[in-house]
C-alpha cells in the first residue's frame, strides 16, 4: 500500500498560521477516525501531537489542531514558534489492520 | 513516566537475521501493544508491526514473511527478528508502544540498522 501523501514543505513566519495536508483514500483515512499526526526533530524520534484526528495528548499546546474531510486530514498550527520547526508525519489505520504513514512535511518558522 | 530502551546489532550482512530487543519502564506492560517502526535513510517510516502482552500479533503484509515477534511479560520486554534482510532493510529501527486506536504514544530512541556486506 502507498504512503499517504504529504507535501514535502510547509512555511510560515512566527505568530501566523500553517496547514499541512495529508491525502489517503477510503480504505485508510476516509475510512476510519483514526488518523494521528508526529512531530520529529532531527535525530531525535517522533512525537505523538495529535490522535483521533483531532485529540491532542496531555502537554501538547492548544496551537496545534487537527481536521478530516473525506479522505483527507490536516494538522493546523497557529501562532507558529521558532520550536514548531520540525518535520511532520502523518498515520492512519488502514482496512488490513495496519498503520500507514505520511512521507513526511518539513516545516519552517521563516 | 514511560521509557523504551531498545538494543541490537547495529551491522548485518545480506541474507542475515536483524535482532532487536525493547525493555519497558515505567507504565502498564499488560494493557498496551508492543511495537517497531522503521525510518529509512529517505526518511519515510513505516510501521513492520505490534504484539500484546498476551502475545497476539498484528503485522505490516509486507513484511509479515520475514517478520517474528515475541514478548517476555516477566523481563518487560519485546523483540523483533526480520530475516534474510537485504540493503533496502538498513534503517532506524524505532519500539513503540501504542495503548490502542490507533496512536503511538511512547516511542525509544531508535537504533540504526545497515545492512551491507
Known sequence: QSALTQPPSASGSPGQSVTISCTGTSSDIGGYNFVSWYQQYPGKAPKLMIYEVDKRPSGVPDRFSGSKSGNTASLTVSGLQAEDEAEYYCSSCTGSNSYIFGGGTKLTVL | ?117
Request: proline letters at 3%; a positive charge; glycine letters at 12%.
Open chain 2, 1 to 117: 513516566q514511560v521509557q523504551l530502551q531498545q538494543w541490537g546489532a547495529g551491522l548485518l550482512k545480506p541474507s542475515g537475521t536483524l535482532s532487536l530487543t525493547c525493555s519497558v519502564y515505567g507504565g502498564s506492560f499488560s494493557g498496551n501493544f508492543w511495537g517497531w517502526i522503521r525510518q529509512s535513510p529517505g526518511k519515510r517510516l513505516e510501521w513492520i508491526g505490534d504484539i500484546s502482552h498476551s502475545g497476539s500479533a498484528n503485522c505490516n503484509p509486507s513484511l509479515k514473511s520475514r517478520v517474528t515477534m515475541s514478548v517476555d511479560t516477566s523481563k518487560k520486554q519485546f523483540s523483533l527478528k526480520l530475516r534474510s534482510v537485504t540493503a533496502a532493510d538498513t534503517a532506524v529501527y524505532y519500539c513503540a508502544r501504542s495503548p490502542g486506536y490507533w496512536k503511538i504514544d511512547y516511542w525509544g530512541r531508535g537504533s540504526l540498522v545497515t545492512v551491507s556486506s
